[in-house]
């Protein structure tokens, strides 16, 4: 919910999984609650209820400066913009993200002109069923290394083996805490100047 504090530091949370209440979602909840003690305003978007076509490799961006795909990623870039801390969450799908997550990600290409990468601070929650933390290895690595590329910092990559069924992730108190203290430290972070 939108606020009237001045100053406020806004947080947009990216549910990458088409679960509602599921592990993603919940992850993404928490950390957008700890944002929220900090008095952050912020609003959470769930990609599998929007159209967002993958990239077309049309290169239309390149004399554009914008992506001329016209569908939901002009409205997520929008929202992007006008929030200095993106929570972004994903399930791990084949040892990669959703694919709903993956078309996302690859539209970065045609919106990097309109997007301002390079001042946002970035939250990762990744949740999978292997209890081997190590199978998140090529979803954290993908965001990590594409978001190092486009200049964003990541502040804090979760990884939550373990977990299979919608909110099985509510059982692991320590991650969830672990997710509402790096909405915490990322909105004082950002006030700080950090
Ligand atoms: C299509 C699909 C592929 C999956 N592939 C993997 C996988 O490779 N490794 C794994 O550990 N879990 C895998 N899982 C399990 C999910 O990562 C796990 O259930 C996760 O908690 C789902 O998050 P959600 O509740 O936010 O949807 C897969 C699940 C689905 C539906």
Redesign the pocket.
């Known amino acids: 919910m939108p606020s009237n504090k001045t100053n406020s530091v806004r947080v947009l949370g990216i549910v990458g ?3 509602k209440r ?4 919940i992850l993404v909840d928490e950390v957008l609650a700890g944002a929220r003690e900090e008095g952050a305003d912020f609003e959470k978007i769930y990609l599998s209820k929007l159209s967002i076509a993958p990239c077309r490799a049309c290169e239309g961006c390149k004399k554009a400066g914008k992506c001329v795909n016209d569908d939901d990623m002009q409205l997520v870039a929008e929202k992007m913009n006008q929030s200095a801390i993106w929570v972004l ?1 994903t ?5 990669g993200p959703s694919g709903w997550f993956k078309a996302f990600m690859d539209r970065w290409y045609g919106v990097r002109k309109q997007v301002n990468f390079e001042d946002r601070s970035v939250i990762v929650v990744v ?4 209890t081997n933390a190590a ?2 290895r090529h979803t954290v690595g993908m965001i990590k290394d594409a978001l190092d590329y486009l200049k964003s910092k990541i502040l804090t990559s979760l990884v939550v ?1 373990g ?4 909110g ?2 509510n059982s692991h108190e320590q991650k969830l805490a672990q997710a509402r203290q790096a909405g915490r430290d990322a909105v004082a972070n950002h006030r700080r100047g950090a």
């Open positions: 999984s088409p679960r599921g592990n993603t979602d969450g399930p791990v799908y084949f040892w949740p999978l069923e292997d199978t998140a083996p977990v299979l069924n919608r099985d992730v």
